[in-house]
């Protein structure tokens, strides 16, 4: 580990070093630490970092997410400037971004390029309306429910065959069913979206309006039979296998046989895993019993609603008008900026190839291939010392941690775009369908193989990392590892406290409230004696009621059964994170309790606990909470702070908060699981 320091360009020990991740003018002496942590370190930071119309919440993320943007944006205008060779995935990069910025040509062509498929709904007999349905299916507008292969739960070398029902334009069965004022006014607004977005198609406002009638008719019904968030998070619950002989028995309003073999390619399958069982019976009843109008309407919509950012500028500020009032943004991101996320979307890895050659030195993975093994070596004595855990599971949790899978920086193999047609003589609108129908070819060809491990499921130039629990794998970009989670040439503490605390927030995963049902093959297994299923139980619904005490709004507090999982890695990566820098101190002969440790006059453990809070920094807008509380699994960013940090002694001995200050939390009531 010293000689990775060494090698990265880190200080070394007996160096003075001073806070490089860290900016003290931005820290907050009028609120004391054991007041409100993240204010005390990040105040100066909102201030410096308003809210500008373009965003609805802006934080740390997001400052690397713009640089990213902005190299890859440097990218994909360079490869313009070289005239790529048609046929190229150069030329075909340009092509997309080129008409995704060519709104002369876009505005020009209006609705024209899916009014053929709009004209095809419209006039679909009664007898074809199967043949209406599987089309639908094929041409990338799911509706009533979806279908694909995925990694089989309980073989996860396999793959096995899914059927989900939903299909929610809002997304949260609550901005249906609920009827207070906020959730009011979301349905009002998306009902406008709907209306405009079909006149904007040359619909009459009559025939608008009917059309929101029966889609607001179909979608609350079936999310009246979507799970709550709360059961969203019982992922044992999802996996129901059924023989296709039961399929068809339980679903008979869906000619199984042509779905599979006219929508996907393939023979149909002998079995099939539904994940919720109740929203498929109400996707079939309802294809049972609406009228052609009514499923006409529904299919009108879905086509439209996946194409209206692919369109004219008429049909994209829309939409735009909708986000205000979703999540209060008030401007339109840049065009360009626009124009690059549906380009990577398309062809995210070959910009990430590029986005690697150009900005990733090698010392960066080799510096995280040894910090992950530190952190590793970390959880692995927490596991070793758990009180609440009994011996045989510490075993297999300490084996599935040791089979963990290490993915830094990108791919050892690329994605082959050669197969994808993007030929700029065809619209805007045709390239990117032609896009999202290779990706979703790729996905089906899947079926009947052996899953592919080297695969990833982020582009190298994502700010961001994940835990895959059917891989058992833990994954981190190239473009997150920057300042202030990962900087060469920062402290150890700092650094720890970014990404150290990030890769053990990943690791953590593994062992949250649904990675636990994974073993180290990444199979759904139960390895936990029931005497340690339940103390998991009993530590978990402390910490989530913790999270529920919260009042993010007036009137709405923090869900903490949505967000467990999340909140169980925030405190796992930070309890861990801090042995494993511990551990380097040590071997590095470093006592970081001594006056000569000291960064800029803060102990290393300050800094450590310091950075983690800066790494959350961010301004958000009301709506945003709202949205976020309702339909994201993590806490917001300054519970991830203050909550989390609240169960953690060390902290507390760090800035010396004591009983009587607003965050300390007597240590009958912190809750300690990794």
Known sequence: MAA??????????????????????????????????????????????????????????????????????????????????????????????????????????????????????????????????????????????????????????????????????????????????????????YKTLIEKQMINAGYSKKDARRIVKNVMKIETAIADSTWTREESRNIVAMYNPRTIEQVKELYPNVNWDRFFIETMGIETPANVIVTTLNTMARANELMGSLTDREIKDYYLWKYVSQAQNKLSDKFADTAFEFSKV????????????????????????????????????????????DLVENLRTALGKHIINLTWMSDD??????????AFTVKIGYPDKWKDYSSMTIDPALSYYENMHNASMWHQAETYAKWGKPVDRTEWGMTPQTVNAYYNPVANEIVFPAAILQAPFFDPEAS???????????????????????????????????????????????????????????????????????????????????????????????????????????????????????????????????????????GDVHSLANNRVNVTLRNIAPFFEAFSITEGQPLFRPESERVVIW
């Not at 205008?77 to 080129?98: D, I, Q, R």
């Not at 995210?348 to 510096?367: D, M, N, R, T």
């Open 4 to 189: 990775a320091i060494v090698a990265s360009g880190a200080v070394t020990a007996g160096a003075k070093e001073h806070l490089k991740s860290l900016n003290p003018d931005y820290f907050d002496a009028s609120t004391p630490a054991g007041t409100d942590f993240f204010t005390h370190i990040n105040k100066g930071w909102q201030e410096a970092h308003p809210l500008t119309p373009e965003y609805s919440r802006y934080g740390q993320f997001n400052v690397l997410n713009d640089e990213s943007e902005r190299r890859v944006k440097e990218i994909v205008t360079n490869l313009g400037s070289t005239n790529p060779e048609p046929g190229t995935v150069a030329h075909k990069v340009w092509t997309l971004y080129s008409q995704a910025m060519d709104s002369t040509r876009r505005n020009a062509e209006g609705a024209a390029p899916i009014l053929a498929d709009l004209k095809k709904i419209e006039t679909t007999p009664h007898e074809g309306m199967e043949d209406l349905f599987l089309w639908m299916h094929g041409n990338y507008a799911s509706p009533f429910f979806g279908a694909g292969p995925m990694e089989d739960l309980a073989d996860s070398r396999q793959y096995a065959m899914y059927i989900d029902g939903g299909g929610l334009g809002l997304g949260d069965r609550d901005y249906y069913l609920k009827d207070d004022a906020d959730n009011k006014k979301i349905r009002e607004a």
């Open 326 to 369: 979703m999540s209060g943004v008030e401007q339109q991101r840049p065009r360009w900026k626009r124009a690059l996320s549906a380009t990577e979307g398309a062809l995210g890895e070959a910009i990430g190839e590029l986005y690697v050659e150009k900005y990733f030195p090698e010392s960066s993975k080799a510096y995280m291939l």
């Open 393 to 402: 599971t510490k075993l297999n949790a300490i084996k599935k941690l040791n």
């Open 492 to 630: 150890d503490a700092e650094n720890y406290g970014g990404i150290g605390v990030v890769i053990g927030h990943e690791m953590t995963h593994g062992f949250d409230d649904q990675g636990r049902n994974f073993d180290l093959e990444g199979n759904m297994t139960d390895w936990w004696t029931p005497e340690d299923t339940e103390a998991f139980a009993v530590l978990t619904k402390k910490l989530a009621d913790q999270f529920d005490e919260v009042e993010v709004l007036p009137g709405l507090h923090a869900n903490g059964t949505y967000t467990l999982g999340e909140n169980i890695a925030d405190q796992g990566g930070l309890r861990v994170a801090r042995t494993a820098f511990l551990d380097s101190q040590k071997k590095k002969g470093v006592d970081i309790t001594s006056e000569e440790a000291k960064i800029d006059g803060y102990d290393p453990m300050q800094v450590f606990y310091m950075n983690y809070a800066n790494i959350w920094a961010n301004n958000i807008r009301p709506e945003e909470i709202r949205n976020l509380t309702i």
